[in-house]
Each structure stands twice: as C-alpha cells, then as structure tokens.
C-alpha cells in the first residue's frame, strides 16, 4: 500500500452492462482508485441453486481496472436468494414476532447447519472465481455484523443450550452463575433452558441475557472465521476486513480480529453544521477503537461514509469529516453510494451522482480530497498515533447493559467520555481493551467497567500505584463476569483506591421531579466553575481520602461531592457518579486534569478544531480539522511545516471553516 | 329523487319490536324521511347455517315506510356471524399478530372461496327477499371498504402470487418491477413471493408493498362487484353505492365506480367551534372527489355524520355541516346515529335520541334543516357544479406513500391544497383523477403525483402550454408506476415545465434542531407577506427560468426559493418545496395567484364563510355557510335573492355565525 | 398476638447456610421480630420432580426462631420448576404474543388441571412438613395475585367456556347480557366463544372483556382457596394472608376474604419528600381497604415496604411511613428486602443490610421503630377504627373500565376522592363495598359505581333520605351489571336524588385544544375559592333542583356548574362531573362540607400531618404523623396525653419533620 484508498460502493448488478463503464469513467474523473461491489450478490452469482456465474462480476471488477479503480470484494451472507428460503425456511431465523419471512436481507439463522453448508459453498465458489484477480485488493465478509442482534429460533435454541454445556460443563454451574435460585428457575439439565422471548412477568435473568449475546456473537463471528478460511486459500496476501455498522456496537470485535487482518466501520457520525462540531469526536471514539483492532497496524477501513451534505451546510464537511477519518489512520474512506438504487427500500441515501448521471454538489471537496490524499497521504501510511490518554472499551459490559440498543447508558458515556478528554486534551487518544498494557499511558478512563478480571484490576491498580491517572464511575469494579453483584457497595473493588464510596443514590428523574419549582438546577457544578448535567443516578458519597473536584447543585445532595479525586501511591483516581449525559461534562474534568497535572496540547488549537497526530519515519505529522463552518486564527506553539501548501508557518495561522492543517512539527 | 334525504342510522336488531314504531313516529316527527338499516344484521337473517329469515327487517322497513320513510338498505359482508367462523376460520383473515379471533367486525378474508360463497349466499337471500321492496330507495355495500388494509392469511399470500402472475405475466417481469436485483431478492417462481410481514431488516420492497395494496384493493372491488351484480337481479332502478370511511382513505373507489351508482361516505370531520372553521374544508374535500366518483350525476351520499354538538359549542353547527354538504352536491346525509346501543363496543357515540328516549339538544336544528330542504332543495337536486379549479388525487400514488395511513403525507398535502385553494378563491373546486380532462380549468393542483402515465404527463403539459395554471410540488414526475425512480433530478418530468430544480435538501426537523437557538423562524415567506410552515424536506432549488414566490426563512437557506413560478408556453407553474404541515400554506399560495391572474371569487364572503355553487335550468345558486359562530356582515358584490327568507338582498348582508345564505344569482 | 411484627423479607435459598445465622442475628439487632420466607422456594423444596425437601427451610425457620424470629411462610405457586414446564409446557399460559416461554415468574395457567394438581401436591407437602413448626405464626398464598391480569391459552379459553355456562345457562341469556345482536357477533353456542386477543376492528365486547376479568379472578381466587384448604389441615390456628400488589389492583380481594384470615398489600407507595405528603393518602386508601377486608378483625399485614431513603431525603421517612401503617391498622409490616440478591433481575431495590453486609443508612430509624413499637403497639392492638365517612369500592366496576390498569379511571377517582376527604376531613375513613351498611356515616362516596344492584341503590337512597351526605359523579348508576348502559340519561339511577342530569359533555382535552390562545383556564372553581382540574368529560348540566357548589372556567362551560348539591329528604347528594385529576379537587370538595356540615376533625392538625385515631377498651388514640420534612407546631383542640413521650400536653406541641404523635385522649 501507502496510496490511500477513496472510492464508493457500487453495485453493478442493478445496471445494464453498458452502464458500467460510464460509471467506472466517471470515478476515475474525480480521482476514485477503489469501489467496493459484490457483497449483496448471492442471486447474481447463484441465481438457481448450483448454477455460480461470476462472469459478469469478473467482468466488472476487470472494467473498474481499466480505470486504474482497485476493487474491495464482499462476501454475499448478508443475504439469502429466494430459491434458498423457498426449500430450506429455517435458513432464516426469527425474532420475538416469530419466524421471518422472506423479504429484505440479514436475519439468516447463523446456527442453522444448512444455512452454513450454503454460505460455505457459495463463498467457496466465489473465492474461487475472484480470489486470484489482481484488480481486487481486499475483501469485506458479509455486512454490518449485529443487528438485530437477536436470533429467535429452533436452531439458535438448540445451539444456544450446546454452547451453554460446552461453557458451563456442568448445569449447576450455570445455575449458580445465573443465580437461578431466585424465583425457583433452576435448571436440571441444559435442555430445559429457553431462548429470552416472552416471560410472564419479571423479565429475564441478566445471566440469561449476557450469555446469549455472548452465544450471538459466537456465531456471528463462527460464520466470519469460516469465511476467512476459505478465502485465504484463494486470495493470497490480500487483506480482509469487515464493515462493523459501529465497531462497539456489534458483535464482538475483538474476537473477530483474531482472524482478520484490519476493522472496518460505516461511518455515519452526522457531518458537522454551523459551528456545530462535538458529533466529530464520536467519529473519532469509533476510529480510535478501530485503529486499535487492527493490532499495531495503525490502521483501519471506513467501508461508508455520506458523500453529501445538505442543504443547510457550506461545502467542505464532506472533505473535513475525511480528514478526521485520515487523522486518526484510516488508509480507505469508501463513500456510500455511487449513485441510488431506482427501487428497493434504500432510495434517498446521499450519492456522489444525481439521478441524472450528473455529479451531485459535493463533487468538487470530493476531486480535491482525492488529488491531496494522492499526493500526502502517503506521508503518513503506515503511520503510528502515539499517546498518552487511552479510554478503555469492553463489550461484554456493553452487553451487560440491559437493552444492548446503539447509544445505551454503557455506550453513551464511552462516547461521551472519550470525546470529553480528546476535546479537552486537544490530544491523541487510544481505545484500548482491559487485557490491554496501561502502564504506557498517564491518563485511563474506564467508566462502567462494571466487571474485569483479577489481572486487569491488579494491573489498573498498579497503574495508579505507579503515577498514573486513572477515572472511573461508581459502578466500575462492582460484578463478576456473569453479570452478578460483587457483596461490595460501590464502586466495589475499587472504593480503596477511589477513596469514596456511595452511601445512596437518586435517580435524576426524581430528583428532577422533587425539585421542580424550587429554583434548583439539576446539574453538577466543577471547581472550575463548568456545569454540566448528571445522567442516571446521582450518588451520595462518602469520602473517605478522596477530595471533591465537583459537586451537586440540587436537593439534598447540593454542595456534596458528585466528582472526586484520590491520591493513591504515585498517582489519582477520578471517580464520576454515576454517569452524565453530555461530552462537555468530561470536558470539564478533562479541563482540571489538565490544569492539574499539566497534560499540554499537542497544538494549541482554538475551539471546535480536532487535532491529531501521526509519526512515521521519526516524523510527526498534525492534522488538525475545522470542524467549524467559521475560521479561527491562533499563532501555533510549536514550529510547523505546513505540508498542504508547502511553506513554514510562520506568525499567526488562520484554518477557514471545515478546512484542515497538515502540517509537520519541525 | 329531487327531495333531499336526511335521516339517521338505526339497528332494529337491537331492539325489541314495540320499540320501533315510537322510534320512527319520532323520526317523522323531526322530518326525516331516510333510515340507514340492515348492514351489520347477518346473525339477524341467518342465525344458523340456512335458516334465513328476513321477516323481521321486512316489518321494519314497512313500519318505517308506513311513517313516510324510506330504507337505505345494508349489505351485510362486513361481519361474519360466529357459526360461520366456527365451521371455517378460514372467513376471518389475520394481520401482523396472526389470524384474527372471532370478536368485533371486519377482517373477513376475501381471498377466501368459502367467505366469498357464504357471501354470496346472504347477500343473494338479502336481495331476494328485500330487493324490491318499495319502501327500499337504495343500497350500501358492505360498510366502510378499507381498513385494517391488510389480510395477512395463507389464502391472501396465495391469491396475490396469482395477482401478481397475471399481471406480471413472467417473474422476471416483476423482479425488473420491484428493483429486486438489490439484496438478492431475485425471485425465481411465484410461489417464492411472501406476504410483507416480519422481515428481519431493510423493510419491504416499495413495489412488493404497492402491489400488495393493489391487490387488497382488487379483492374487495371484487367482493362489491359481486354483490352489486347479485343486487342488480333483484331492487330494479335502486341505486347501489358504499360508505367510504374517506373516499381518499380506502380501496380504490375510482375503481368501483365501474358497478357503483353514487359515492358515499362517512363525514366525521369534526363540527366547527368557536371561529375555527377550517376542518370544513376537508369535508369539501372529501365532497368534492365523492361527487366526481358519481361520474356526472353531480351529486352523492352522505352515510355518517355526526348529528350533536359538544358542551363547548354554539347551536347551529350541525345544520352549518350538513349545508355544507349540500352546497358539494349531496343529496342524502344520514346521521349517525339514532339511539346508542345499550352494549357493545359503540357506545357513546353522539345520539339524536338520549338513551331515555328522549331528543338530545341538536333536535331543533335537526328540525329546521329537514324542513327547509324539504322547501327548498329541489331547487338544486341534479344541479351541476361548475369549476374552473382542480386537484388532482391518485390512489395509487397515495398508496406508494410509505404508511398509508388516514392523513399520510399524500392524503395531508391534498386536504391543505384542496381546502387552502377553495378558501384563498372563495370559489368551486373539483377533485379529479389523472385520467380525467384538465382543459377546461384554469387552475390545476397535482402535488405528490410522482407516478402518472405518459398521457397524463402530456395532457398536464399541453394544459399548461395552452394556458393553464399548474401547481406541483418536486416530488411530482419522479417515479414509474413500479414506484421505482426515474434517473432524473426532481422535479423529473416537470423540470423543464417548472424551470427549476432540486439540488440539495434537508428536513424540517433537521433544519429546526441545527437552527435552535439562532433566532431563525422555520418558515416560508411568501412575497405577499404571509408565511407558512413547510413539511418534510426543504429544497435549495436551482432556478432555470422560474422565479420566486415565496422564500425561506432559515439558516443557510434564508432568502432562497422555496416557492417558484415559470411562464411555460401561455400558461404557468408553481412548484412548492417540498410539502407543507397547513392549509394556510396554499391560501397564501393562492392569494397570489388570485391577484395575479385575477381569480374572482364566487361572492365576496369574509373570512370562515365558505361559499359553493350549483346550477340547475339555467340558474345559478350560491350556497355560503358561515363556520365560525361570530356574525359576519359585507355587501355582495353580485346581485342575489335569498331563497331562505324569499328576498331580494339589498345592501349588506348579515350571515349569523354557524347560518347560512342560499341564494339564487340575479 | 399484642405485638406488632417488624421484619423483612428473606431468602435462604439464596446465600450459604453459614450466612443465615450472621443474618438473623443481625435481624434481632435492629429489634425485628418476623421474617417472611419462602414464597419463591419451589425449586429448593422439589428441585426434582416427586424429590420433596423441606429440610433446608426447618432449619432457616428454627435459626430465625433461635433469635426470636417468628416466620410468616410462603406458598410457593407464583413460579413454576423448569422441570414442570419442560414435562408439561401447559402448566404456564400465555398472553397476547403467545404461549410463554419459560423464565422470570408468574404466569402459570390457572385452568391447567396438570398445574392445579401438582399446585396440590407441593403446597400439601410443604404444609406437612411446616404447617405445626412452632416459629411459624403465619401463611402468605403465592405472590401478588393479579398481574398480567390475562391467561390466553387453550385451557382458559376452555374453562372459560364453562365458566360462562354455569353462569348464564343458555347462549341467548350470554347474547342479550353482551348485547351480541350488534355486529352479528350473536352466539349459537359457547362454544363459539373466543378469549379476547386480536380482533380484526372494532374491539372486544365490554361484557366480553368484563366477563373475562371476572372469570380471571374466579381462577385466581380458585387457587388461593384450595391451597387454603390445605393449609388448614396442618397449620392450626395461624392466620392466612396474601400480599396483594394493591387491595384495589388485583383479583377480587372480597371475593377472597370468604376464606382468608386477613388481608396483605405490599406497600410500594412513594415514601415523601421535601413538603411533599400526598402519596402518603393513597396507603391510607388501601390500609383501609385492607382493614375493610379484614372482616372486623380491624387490622391488616403491610407485606412489603422500602426500608430505604433516596439521597434527597431526610432521615424519618421510613418510620413515617410505618406508623401510618399502624395508624390504619396494620399489625404487620415486612420490608422488602433484606439484602439484595447477587443476581437474578431484581438486583437493586432498597435493602436494610447493604451488600457488603453492613447496615444500610436508614437502620437507626428502624431500630427506634422497633423499640417504639414493641414499647407502645400493644396499646392499639386489636383496636377498631371508628369513622363517619366512608368511601365505595367495587371491584366489578373498577374492571367495567377500559384498560383495567394501575391508576385507571375508576382507581385514580377513587384514590383521590379517598385521599382528599381524608385530608380536608382530618378523620378516620373506612373503604367499604356496595353490600356494606351505609346507615352508620355521615358521608358516604361512591364515585364511578356505575353499576350496583338494586338493593345498594335502595340503602343509598335510603342513607341520604335518613340525612346522609352522599357524593356520587355523573356516570353513577348509569348501567347495568353486564356494564351495558341503562336507558337514562346521566347520573342514571341517581338524576332525581341528584337534582341534575346531564345535557352534553366535552373532554378536557378538546376543550384544552378549543380554548388555547383564549387565556381561559381549564379548570372548576369552587364556592370556597379553591381551583382544581377536572378530567375526563367535562358536563353541561341541567339543574332540577341543586344548586351548585363549584363552575368551570372555560369556553362556553364558564360560570356553569360543575359540581352541585341537592337537598333529598333530610341528606344531600354531591355530584362532581364527570371526574377530576387531582386530589385537591377533593379536598375542595370536602373543605366545603366541612364548613357547611360542620364536620369536625379528630385533632386540629396543620397541613401536611395525617391523623387517625384508634380505639381500645374505651381509650381512644390519636396518630398524627408529619409528613412533611418541615416540623408543624400548633395547640390541640382537645385534652391529650403523649404516650411515646409519657406526659400530658399542655399548650403548644411541635411535631417535627416525618415525627409521629402517639396520643391518648383525656
């Protein structure tokens, strides 16, 4: 590599052949080097069972060439042919309204052995034909793994209670790791376990619920594994990758990579408008994790991303927001799409061509994205992003979250948190995994990490112990991995280290409620002089040696501790409670932290700019985007080398609204 | 006919027989000469399989007659009595949930043979046994054809592959027609093809969905077809016609005006209050394309309508709505209903009798409208409403409309069209179908016709290119009959006609959350100083030739055209962007063209009286109903005797709130 | 008995035995005296099927006995065995998605002869083995009965079959009682009959849907009676209870009672806040409801109450509420829970022993709790509570309402309408049933008693024309018991002794909509000056003979009678319309009453404390518990004696914020 790979999707079985061309001509025109095709075709490929034709594919991918436009190849599960639901139905699974039936796409039933035998076959068969192309440079397995994260079926019930026998061995240990003692729900054999669809009343045990999301994830990543292997018989040393919908909100990642080489994700962050910028930094969160899954390789795939904006935007967010993508390793941006399907439940996404066959507005930003990514991104490919501050992800207390929805308490606050300290840092961060080394960072966020193994809390502990700065909520440290409480009042295992424990709780619902018409602000007041919303439960703490670094505004609980900080060894813990429901309430503890412990920018950027970093060759690069529709000017701290322009920085500097600086530190 | 009917519902089923002769001595003694019988009364004529008795509803219908009222007539198809359902579930279909229980009405399955036999069966006897009963005047079918707009069975998913293979002819046909080569939902047979149920993800297919309403709509045309032929052999020159809940919101009733004699419906539209009056409006509506349906004869059925008034209203609006009805072209309004059943699930519905038995508070006015119809409405029976002014309302392109819900975004933009161009106008409006002429009008509206055939296409074309005044909106012209896009820009076909184009878009709600706070209203400013507030998407618009009528008033949009103009040949079009939320919008739009193309009103009414025509041997009569329950006082700028009060009208007129001027043109 | 019982729940069957003993220990402690157990315990006393062992459970008993633990004991058929369902999937039912799958709770079909039977068997087992333990002193039946209040499955539908022959004999008695000749829903058989689930349109009949509650309640009540046959072959003279969600929300609890000891709820009432008492009046109305139940036995079992504060509440609140517990009558009250368990899905409610094993925050106002009330209940216990207001409940007619929901219309009316004569009254209520005597109060209310028999209707008639004050709404005695309307026009039965009749009705919020922007208040306005909202209908009345007691503020409402009064006989009647939104509106109501009735209250208390009174061996006991956080001071009107503090009162007394006056009258 060290070309930077920009293109859209395209699916050439929806146009007449001699479409084609015109197509691929047109890409080429903006400055495209790749399109990735193919990964909704199983009808086009295998239209009748056992009849493959590829030839069409082959020949696309051949035309797209020509035009100097690498291809990305898909895998076809996402999908199921007609004739396939037809004579085999349990080929698709079913949800809490029953079986599905045929129609749209997902929904295949990844226990159902003959789903898999088909899926086996077809990708066989296509790895064959297309495996060896040199026009293909990497390939996408199936489509946005996940949703609807349920699969209620049979098969799935069957494979459900296999895999709970294989975990568990023995079906007591289940029932004391579900603690089914409650309510008389103890099994006496794996059998009489049930898929979670509809309880009479009390819900389902959170165990129940954990495992199966865990088992869902089994076989998501079961049917990607099997993928894998096939093709790397076929395609050499190309790479493979998958389009993660979110790389948190899906199955597990981190599995997946133990067989794929690089992550992927659809980037569909809303593109900044007005002076409007903070949805960026979730963007950012989404790389960051991404760059981490690709293991050391600094890099990763946005497989979609919107080329457009609308009609309530200046030009350049489509070029600023893939410059973010760029900043924190991207080496592809694949936007989504070429040009709308004329039927089909997709119609009205934003595409690169009218339906007209006419660019679309954005072309320009687009052709010159292209042209300046030729020319400097490969200053920067293979780059490493270095830093000092790492939030810490894990899935399966996503999962534990009862409702596992996009933007759930769990998720919500990683985003929150993780964006709060980059805009407060203006520096590089890491979204690490628990099993992951703290001890190179000087800051660690965990927040509701709710259970973690005895090696990471002794390794998070020394890391605190050794200077560094860890933060935490109250309900880190406080379950076993099934999900069960831990005989400790919060934050459980870590209230030593906290300094702080939570005597009692309210929700700030009622408080909301309770305080109405009294005058007071529900919000959380920071020492300096910030305010930001509390989420979920505020807490009544009991300080033991921690010292507030914020306090409530409301109630009872006004001028008590909401935010505190303990000195423990040679380092802090920040303790939040219990969660908040915006980026600026980290913002501020990220403004104190900073303050306090003197953690400098990596440029001295104003507000609503996003600055990174990229270092190769003993070479450090800063990208640093406008993520504002209005310039800002600032005199850099640092000596620059502005590589857009090719000229040193000298004096004040002036970024234009959603406009970027590449620059090199001299 | 020539007399106008009014009357009410009544169910003597209910009630014991003694009950009834006092019922209709009361009826006679408001003077009502109609009564509504017999459409829910299945289990009354056939309590058990084959044992028919109609006696009873024979004693009923002459003891009305003999009261001087005459029967309208039920069909019975919309219940199922609970023997039938017993002995073959197969009668009742299902929706989303599963196949219905046995409980309430409706829900039949009529793609079911045996519904449809037993169908015939009652319908056949009913007909047989009261078909020429002279105190019978006509017939409805059935009740209230539509909802729940889905029969989710085995035999409806059987009969719709039938459907589709005769209209399709070969499955390739239908998959180019639905666009199925996206997500590999290539069919390969028929039988492949499912009901749009539960998918796992991505929806339903737009053209699976359309033709799926299609066929709800051909099998209960089918189902009424076959009655009216049953009832054809047996009631002589009785007219036949159905109550349409709307006749927008149902099957296709263009389709049943093949068999029908007249349109009917159910006019439930709210009662005015205090001085808001602009609900009225839709009942015009609604009026208006029912008097098209009855295809020339100028006149329909009222079948329901409320006859009380809430504790919050004025004496009079009862007999305001009901000549508003007449002032359409109604010759019958049937109130619904007599007396509340004492059980069951319609209770509480407003009754003309208290459940004591005696008269509600509406009776006066009940009073005084038959007897002044009686004096005068033959006057106007048979009349003809003239109008230089047409919407044009497509079932099909309502249905296209994801949702096809009472008052979707199709059916919402045609009632604020339709009523917003009658009330800026003071005028006549006709409702007309694609297929139907446009030359003789000056003013065309066809907003959200996104599919229409080449004829029509070219028939709006040359109405304009002659002269005409056409308003559309951008999504007009954009679609084939598949609802598959066509590959232009919107507004397709119409973007030469309009002289402007759609480049970009945003949604209302998008642009109100990006513009909170700015100070910016949400508007449209139209360039007689009114404003209004647009509906789904706002469009920037790129102007060819057209110029602007109306502008934004928001964010990056302020000051651009969201309302155009462009002289095409003689005539003009008017664009709006891209739908409106109120019928205030088309008023505005319509003040402009009025005073811009001098529209002149029918006769200078102030605001809230709503003014219609008819012409009958030669004379033409003005109908205005003040809506709001202030007076309203003007001088007429045309010369009128007032057929009411028998005098010519000299100098100002006053219309008290809720009365109304029926007045003959001098 | 003579001592109260203090406690909480405990489940043994969850933790280690070796916990058991620190946890009984630390029971006594804090001065409990009872510990409820075993009401979940199926699977712990036959983990397979037939394996019966009662063991572990003697042992807990006899622990807890050790530390002067008495055990109320549990039946354990709120669950279900995995083993149970997995042999005989018919032993849980099903709602309207379908059967249920096994997990949570409840939910067990109650027309399963294969349910019933090994119901039988485990509850005759674990009565032999525990029934004559001497720690023993009482037995709850299952759990809450009630919830989800619908058992869809075959054998329902069967027994509900039966149940409705035996009731009504014939089908033609069941068509007319449903009033089934509307909509051809006329049955030959009961056979045809189907449980109410998914209907086509148009909705279940209300004498469908009551019949249905009715039968529900039938098979509850059926289970509960036969494990209470059981029990009293082994168990002596302890007494048998079971803890209602809600006396009011539930099965007929009356219905009960015919072979109960004593009645229980679980009192999940708000605990106060701030100033803010009300919630406090809705335990009041089910302590006296369940005290009503009681049977004149005069006291009652609280089964489950929060033993915790949230963090923006004071210290008391939690003795608060107990001693209003004890005011009304309660004997028992068992908080909910002991400690939290580890896992399951009810983690997280308020516990008294926080997770790592210490005493949560609120254990020293449990501890003075105990100690006060093992000083001072003795006192009180077995005293009656004399009152002369009563309000009338009716469980028919509270499930005659659509929804049949926690808070619907019937109970918010009757919650408020309770809670605000208390509150303006300052005396004791009763909560009586239609069948009871009305002849020994001064004021009886009976809102929303649509239906009555007629001898209920006589005693009231009677009650008033005797001088009694009766307050009723419009929609009393407007049907009859199958919940079809009477042929009158509202209050019905009532309209002569009301001296008012209603002419038509709006909703509030149709005229909330009307009157917006008009600057009208929607709301009444009593003679007092007092303001409250009303909702549902709002009614224009006619007035015979009353006068009125309070207008609305709206529209063409305004200025008319809203709520009036009449003089019949030596009594009055009170009618409000149609229903109110508030508890204020009662108290206006009762304030004035109180005024002009001269009603006296039992101690003259400032606002925010909640009186009652007890009466034993000729003493009579004032309670007066503060409710608010804010302490009150003012001087009894009346000689009293302190007996918390053992002295006599002289001038002014203080009660603090969420403090308790124990006091006789001298």
């Known amino acids: ?116 035998e088909y899926a086996r076959k077809i990708t066989e068969e296509q790895a064959r034909a297309l495996g060896g192309n040199p026009n293909i440079i990497g390939w996408q397995l199936d489509n946005e793994p996940g949703f609807p994260f349920v699969c209620y079926d049979d098969r799935c019930e069957k494979g459900f209670r296999e895999w709970l026998r294989a975990k568990y061995g023995t079906i007591d240990a289940l029932n004391r790791a579900w603690f089914t003692m409650m309510w008389s729900n103890v099994y006496n054999d794996f059998d009489e376990i049930m898929l979670p669809v509809n309880a009479a009343e009390g819900g389902w045990f959170p165990g129940l619920r954990l495992d199966y999301r865990r088992y869902f994830s089994f076989i998501f990543n079961r049917l990607l594994r099997m993928e894998t292997e096939i093709l790397r018989k076929y395609i050499g040393d190309r790479f493979i990758f998958t389009n993660y919908p979110g790389v948190n909100w899906s199955v597990s990642c981190q599995d997946a990579m133990e067989f794929l080489d690089y992550a992927g994700w659809d980037n569909y962050v809303p593109t900044p408008y007005n002076d409007y910028y903070r949805y960026q930094f979730h963007s950012c969160m989404e790389h960051d ?98 830093s000092e501050i790492a939030t810490v992800y894990s899935y399966e207390n996503s999962w534990a979250t009862p409702g596992w929805v996009v933007d759930g308490a769990y998720d919500q606050d990683f985003f929150n948190i993780h964006g709060g300290l980059k805009n407060a840092f203006r520096q590089n961060l890491d979204a690490i995994f628990p099993t992951d080394d703290f001890s190179k960072y000087r800051v660690v966020a965990a927040p509701n990490l709710k259970f973690l193994s005895e090696d990471t809390f002794n390794r998070l502990e020394k890391f605190v112990a050794d200077g560094g700065i860890l933060i935490i909520n109250a309900e880190c440290g406080t379950r076993d991995e099934f999900n069960n409480l831990l005989p400790m009042i919060r934050p459980g295992l870590f209230a030593k280290m906290a300094g702080a424990e939570v005597v009692s709780t309210i929700s700030v619902a009622d408080m909301a409620k309770q305080q109405a018409g009294s005058g007071d602000e529900i919000a959380v007041l920071f020492a300096n002089g910030e305010k930001a919303r509390p989420a979920g439960m505020m807490c009544k703490l009991r300080l033991t040696t921690a010292e507030p670094i914020a306090v409530y505004t409301c109630g009872k609980l006004k001028d008590m501790p909401a935010v505190t900080i303990n000195r423990y060894g040679k380092g802090h813990v920040v303790m939040f409670c219990s969660t908040a429901d915006s980026q600026e309430y980290f913002e501020a503890i990220g403004h104190i932290l900073r303050d306090r412990f003197d953690i400098r920018p990596l440029l001295n950027v104003p507000d609503g700019v996003i600055v990174s970093s990229r270092v190769k060759d003993g070479k450090e690069y800063i990208l640093a985007v406008n993520a504002k529709e209005s310039a800002v000017t600032f005199t850099p701290d640092i000596p620059l080398y502005d590589e857009l322009n090719g000229r040193e920085i000298t004096g004040e500097v002036t970024i234009e609204g959603y406009d970027v600086l590449f620059a090199r530190k001299l």
Chains 1, 2, 3 share one sequence.
Request: hydrophobic content about 35%.
């Open 1 to 116: 590599m060290g070309e930077f790979y920009i293109g859209s999707s395209y699916y050439p079985e929806w146009w007449p052949e001699e479409q084609w061309e015109k197509d691929f001509a047109k890409m080429a025109e903006l400055g495209f080097n790749v399109v990735r095709m193919g990964e909704f075709a199983w009808s086009w490929y295998e239209p009748r069972e056992g009849e493959y034709n590829f030839e069409p594919m082959i020949r696309a991918v051949n035309l797209a060439g020509k035009y100097g436009i690498k291809t990305i190849m898909g895998t076809t599960t996402a999908v199921c042919p007609p004739w396939l639901y037809k004579k085999y139905p349990e080929v698709k699974g079913g949800n809490e309204r029953g079986d599905y039936d045929f129609g749209g796409r997902k929904g295949n039933c990844l226990s159902s052995e003959i789903f898999l």
């Open 289 to 386: 994790l991404a760059r981490r899954l690709s293991k050391g390789k600094g890099k990763f795939v946005v497989a979609e991303q919107t080329a457009v904006a609308s009609a309530n935007q200046l030009p350049g967010v489509v070029r600023a927001q893939t410059w973010i993508d760029v900043a924190q390793g991207a080496f592809a941006t694949v936007f989504f799409e070429w040009r709308s399907p004329l039927g089909g439940p997709e119609q009205g996404y934003g595409t690169i061509v009218e339906l007209n066959g006419e660019f679309a507005e954005t072309w320009p930003e687009l052709a010159r994205l292209a042209r300046e990514l030729k020319e400097h991104y490969h200053k920067i490919d293979g780059a490493q992003t270095v």
